[in-house]
């Protein structure tokens, strides 16, 4: 198995650009998270999923948007890159059964936003 | 918000030396606790669970003390590869929005 895989690695945005963020798991698990982890701060829950065709907010959702067509991609979109979003995001799944407890963690994408 | 509080460190331990290191948490509802691993630009990897009666996996020992919402790490021995930063993750139940992480205690184990 792959495991958790994120694309890209690094990316630079200007302000106002948009892009997506993609995260795919081979490990058919139904729970899937993205959080953003900035320096000084815990990771912070941006949006998950608990299955194909659906999504819930987390902690600070505004500026993201996420879509889940199939149990193996959850896709994170920014809408208008701002430089607040400069950030390092990991996509996360979890295992059947185990609740949000047990997270896989993909190698993040490392976003500059200038 | 639900807090979970680490000290950040850095904590500079001789190898083969004992550290430990605490993380409080204010929500007296929470019910489960971990401990991950995060090394240097890389993603957080599941240390272990904590259990109410403690635990031990090897060199690492958990332990959870509920009166003073309080969750402890134990490292005996300690290797160089055992450098990293420790992050403190407590639930109150329900989903991932269940979650909080705390922002971790950096480990660095000299030779």
């Known amino acids: 198995n792959a495991g958790v895989t994120q694309t890209p690695k690094f990316q630079v945005l200007k302000t106002g650009q948009s892009m997506t963020l993609q995260c795919a798991q081979d490990?058919?698990?139904?729970?899937m998270s993205w959080y953003r982890q900035d320096p000084g701060m815990g990771l912070r829950l941006i949006h998950y999923?608990?299955?194909?065709?659906?999504?819930d907010q987390g902690e600070v959702p505004n500026g993201y948007n996420v879509s889940r067509s199939t149990t193996e991609d959850f896709p994170l979109r920014l809408l208008s890159a701002a430089p607040s979003q400069t950030s390092v995001y990991f996509c996360?799944?979890?295992?059947?059964?185990?609740?949000?407890?047990?997270?896989?963690f993909g190698p993040g994408t490392r976003l500059t936003v200038t | 918000r639900k807090e979970v509080e680490q000290d950040p460190g850095p904590f500079n331990v001789p190898e083969g030396a004992t550290v430990a290191f605490n993380c409080t948490y204010s929500?007296?509802?929470?019910?489960?606790f971990f401990w991950y691993r995060q090394d240097c630009r890389k993603e957080p990897k599941l240390l272990m669970s904590?259990?109410?009666s403690g635990n031990e996996d090897g060199r690492f020992t958990a332990q959870l003390n509920r009166a003073s919402q309080y969750i402890s790490l134990l490292i005996r021995d300690s290797k160089l590869s055992d450098s990293a930063t420790y992050l403190c993750?407590?639930?109150?139940?329900?989903?991932?929005?269940?979650?909080?992480f705390g922002k971790g205690t950096h480990l660095i184990i000299q030779p």
């Open positions: 996360a799944s979890t295992p059947p059964g185990q609740g949000p407890y047990e997270q896989y």
């Open positions: 929500n007296s509802a929470s019910q489960s």
């Open positions: 999923s608990v299955g194909a065709g659906i999504t």
């Open positions: 490990m058919n698990h139904e729970y």
């Open positions: 904590v259990y109410s």
């Open positions: 993750v407590v639930s109150s139940g329900g989903g991932a929005d269940g979650l909080t």
